[in-house]
């Protein structure tokens, strides 16, 4: 029988397939690693796998110990669901403009959500990071990831998302691009890649404009999980040959692009990533492999990005980049 002994084995080792329509008169073979097949459907299962097994190494997590972290999305979900299985207890803290929907997913798994005011500052007692902070003091046993700056987020993809790229590609691969929140993507795999390949792969990172990475003060954008207005520790500022900035709207359309043509559907900071690939794979030739990761998928996006009101409340075309809708008849 082929079975796994639980959800946490299932972490990792997603697959890697070609892109068709949006690649078309491009030379590459342009290949997506579909990351929202991992249980928590996110790359960040990957680290927060990591992060608790060192945690447990270190003796900062111990038996009936107490998870704390500022989050709402894909990185609360890896560690909810991982904690359930060693058996600790999570609390999340997050801002009340995080919907509803993402604080009952967290929920769902069994972890508490304590909810704070978004309209105060950062050094506001009631704000969300002064909150985790105090909570990882005062709560007996409590252990703070905090995937920022811990070093395990960019290890845990050195250690497996660049090696099975690697071993899938068998050794072809000759471009990585990814999307950069926190940098440990791009830190890990970039890294991993860099070395088994002696610095032949080059390594691209994908930034919403505006943000600091690809030279911006952090202004506001839509697209959620990358960019940032500060330098992460877990970000490697030698690993990127390349920053390639993507707005919005473009980030958006190729998002909607990804579902109706290449039936995956997968959240913005796919679009971005994919949007970035397709700038390089211009310039790139017959004989390249260019790996463009996609971290989570779309359910999570369905009343913004693929919802036509939602978009044009903020001025985005909603039919930009369809493959003429009236020709599809039946
Ligand atoms: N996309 C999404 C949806 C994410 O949640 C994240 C993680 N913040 C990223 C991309 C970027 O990954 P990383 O933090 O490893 O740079």
């Not at 704070?116 to 990882?136: F, G, I, K, W």
Request: aromatic share 8%.
């Amino acid at each position: 029988m082929r079975y796994a002994n639980s959800v946490v084995d299932l972490v990792g080792n997603t697959p890697l397939v070609k892109l068709g329509p949006l690649t078309e008169g491009l030379a590459p073979l342009v290949l997506a690693k579909v990351e929202y097949v991992n249980p928590g459907g996110s790359v960040k299962d990957r680290i927060a796998l990591r992060m608790i097994e060192a945690a447990e190494r270190e003796g900062l997590l111990r038996p009936g110990g107490t998870i704390v972290e500022p989050t709402s999305g894909n990185t609360g979900v890896g560690l909810a669901l991982v904690a359930q299985q060693r058996g600790y207890r999570c609390v999340f803290v997050c801002p009340d403009k995080v919907s509803e929907d993402k604080r009952n997913v967290l929920r769902a798994y069994g972890a508490e959500v304590v909810v704070c005011p978004t309209a105060v500052a950062p050094e506001d007692p009631q704000s969300y990071y002064s909150v985790s902070n105090r909570l990882a003091e005062e709560l007996p046993g409590a252990w703070k990831p905090d995937q920022y700056s811990n070093p395990n987020n960019p290890l845990s993809h050195y250690e497996t998302t660049g090696p099975e790229i690697w071993r899938d590609t068998e050794g072809r691969v000759t471009h990585f691009v990814t999307g950069v929140g926190t940098g440990g993507t791009i830190s890990g795999t970039g890294r991993y890649l860099k070395e088994v390949s002696d610095g032949r792969v080059r390594v691209i990172g994908a930034d919403p404009e505006g943000s600091v990475y690809s030279g911006g003060t952090g202004r506001p954008y839509l697209v959620e999980g990358v960019g940032e207005d500060f330098w992460p520790e877990a970000y490697d500022r030698s690993i990127a040959d390349e920053i390639v900035a993507v707005s919005d709207a473009e980030s958006f359309a190729v998002t909607r692009r990804l579902a109706r043509e290449e039936g995956l559907l997968v959240g913005g900071s796919c679009g971005m990533a994919v949007a970035a690939a397709l700038r390089v794979a211009q310039r790139l030739t017959a004989d390249d492999v260019l790996v463009v990761l996609l971290p989570d998928g779309g359910r999570g996006y369905l009343s913004k990005i693929f919802s036509d009101g939602w978009m044009s409340s903020y001025g985005f075309r909603s039919d930009a980049g369809q493959a003429e809708p009236e020709a599809t008849v039946g």
